[in-house]
């Protein structure tokens, strides 16, 4: 009986899959946020989401320092340094998910210039026009930019158009009004989506 009941064990942990692990971060790292339904999020996902994939509205870069991993991005309150964990908090209480990315080998030399030029980036308010200036940054503009000595990613047309309807939403059009400016179709920009999709990235996990 001893016997039996030790094969049928063998046999389970065979045929059950081993539980994924989360991956471990390490400098150089992107972590992609995923995007919410409703609002500038869900507005972000609109024009930029890509059909039956994943769809992001906010990118940062993982770096570290003497107490441990931080991570260096542009949100609301500006281009900022955040502990990792301060940063995943953020997110769950959203109720949104972390993905990690990270660059492929042939580019990973370029990731001290571009921690070290995030650094330089930190303290200026966040752009909520997303047209490029020298001033302030969004997200991934600020990745972008960090990474820009080394060409590790394009700056490509902007979008605002449902890729379905091929129509400017009502939410882009009322807020861009606000500002007292056109929608900035197809000037040059980035956004999370198009970056995550970068050959130079490959995704490794969700965090936990």
Sequence with gaps: ?????????????VALPAAAKAPHVRDGDLLFVTAARTGLSGAIDDATGKQ????????ALVAHDAQGKIVLHADEEG?????LAAFLAEAKAKQRQVV????????????????????TLLGKPY?????????SYYCSD???RAFRADHVFALQPMNFRNPQTGQISQYWIDFYRGKGMDVPQDKPGTNPNDMAASPALERLGALD
Excluded at 52 to 59: F, I, L
Aim: net charge positive.
């Design 79 to 83: 281009s900022r340094q955040q502990t």
């Design 142 to 144: 600020f990745i972008e």
């Design 52 to 59: 039956g994939q994943a769809s992001y509205d906010h990118v």
């Design 100 to 119: 990690v990315y990270r660059l492929k080998p042939d580019t990973r030399k370029a990731i001290p210039a571009a921690i070290a030029t995030a650094r």
């Design 1 to 13: 009986m001893r016997v039996l009941l030790l094969l049928c064990s063998l046999l389970l942990t």
């Design 127 to 135: 752009n909520f026009t997303y047209v490029q200036a020298e001033d």
